[in-house]
């Protein structure tokens, strides 16, 4: 795409917002906001002797003349002004921000904006408006809040890993930091809902309604994810156990071998079952009387996961996938990203978009999500060089406003 290109505004235009997290969580719920229009200022840190300044993310993985290509996705549509957040001057221009703008970011360790004068109490006193997003590993308040936390203690602890890979075999991580980027949705669910009671409490005496702190704790975020684990440990004492590919107590649901891979098949659903089994050549399990409701299936599951492998593993992907696909049956291959690159539904549904870096590298990147009919998102601009919005950004701030009679 064009980035010079006019595009339309989205349905966060005019909504400010100051960023000042790192890495993951924060700047990904930034991300969000900016994809659908508002306008985030991003603050980073100066170079000093002991490393290049700016976001950690800019050194991240795999760089192109220097900068992370991840930088391109995490910080597009912001702009980067620089800080020393350890300065006087620095937290003067944040206050100066702070005032002005209507959501606050941070992912720091819980007591360190207030140990710069930065907390909420603070800034709200000058902006009473202002929606404040705290993430952090353990939230705000609690006898664990003072601890170090990242993504991968927050999945561990929110009852994820220990439910990733084989039974009996070390827990596995996913590829990538779940637990930064659910604490960082539901901060963007939480900064909405702010922003809907602000709007509900406008008053004489607080014209922009007022603001209110989205306490974001990582671990939390997981765990709101983890569906009956709890409920079935407090009624039963069960305590869900990993299951490798499988879903326990969800028959059949899995990843079966084939000739030359591996797919995965929904079959857990009482007709798409029936419909499976007679496309395996397995009608006598398709009528068999214990297996027409989920209860029964999840009481015989390796069984009926040893029929549906012995069907796939005399199969290509191709052929299996095929097969199910004309019955209706949920399948499908397990893409790698070289998959994902050339699948052509991605491309119709724009979740690959191509940018060109102000270097001039043609660069395919991550679409955006949801998909608004009417005020879609959209890609504005390039992630920012370093410190290249600061004159401006800290020019108008510091620009003497009129006094109004």
Excluded at 65 to 71: E, F, I, K, L, Y
Excluded at 93 to 108: K, Q
Aim: include cysteine; charged fraction near 20%; charge should be negative.
């Amino acid at each position: 795409m064009n980035t010079n290109e006019p595009l339309a505004m989205g349905p966060l235009s005019g909504l400010k917002v100051v960023e000042l997290g790192q890495l993951i969580a924060g700047p990904f719920a930034g991300k969000t906001l900016a994809d659908f229009g508002a306008e985030v200022i991003k603050v980073e840190p100066p170079a000093t002797g002991e490393g290049q300044g700016g976001d950690p993310l800019r050194q991240w993985r795999l760089l192109h003349n220097g900068t992370s290509v991840w930088w391109q996705v995490q910080s597009r549509n912001k702009q980067s002004v620089v800080l020393d957040l350890r300065s006087e001057e620095g937290r003067a221009d944040v206050r100066a921000l702070a005032a002005e703008c209507d959501v606050l970011i941070e992912n720091f360790k819980p007591g360190t904006m207030e140990k710069w004068g930065l907390g909420f109490d603070q800034l709200s006193r000058i902006n009473p408006g202002l929606i404040m997003l705290r993430i952090s590993g353990y939230g705000q308040t609690g006898p664990y809040r003072d601890l170090p936390g990242f993504a991968v203690v927050a999945e561990a602890m929110g009852g994820m890993r220990h439910l990733m890979g084989e039974p009996g075999r070390v827990p596995v991580r996913a590829g990538v930091s779940l637990g930064d980027t659910l604490a960082a949705l539901h901060g963007v669910i939480g900064v909405l809902l702010a922003l809907q009671a602000r709007s509900q409490s406008v008053s004489l005496d607080a014209p922009k309604g007022r603001g209110q702190v989205v306490d974001v704790a990582l671990y939390e975020a997981v765990f709101n994810c983890m569906e009956s684990l709890l409920p079935e440990f407090s009624a039963f004492g069960a305590v869900r156990e990993p299951a490798g590919s499988a879903l326990p107590g969800i028959a059949p649901s899995n990843a079966y071998r084939c000739a030359d891979g591996q797919v995965v098949i929904g079959g857990n659903g009482d007709s798409i079952y029936k419909r499976l089994m007679h496309a395996i050549g397995r009608p006598e399990l398709a009528e068999d009387p214990g297996l027409t409701n989920n209860a029964g299936r999840a009481a015989r599951v390796d069984e009926i996961d040893a029929a549906i492998t012995a069907w796939t593993v005399q199969r290509s992907v191709d052929a299996v996938v095929a097969t199910l696909q004309a019955v209706s049956v949920p399948v499908g291959r397990i893409y790698t990203v070289r998959d994902i690159a050339a699948d052509p539904h991605y491309r119709a549904r724009q979740m690959i978009q191509t940018i060109t870096t102000a270097d001039g590298l043609q660069l395919d990147v991550p679409g955006i999500i949801p998909k608004l009919s009417a005020t879609p998102g959209s890609i504005r601009s390039l992630a920012p060089s370093l410190g290249e919005h600061t004159e401006a950004v800290l020019a108008l701030q510091r620009t003497p406003r009129p006094v109004l009679d």
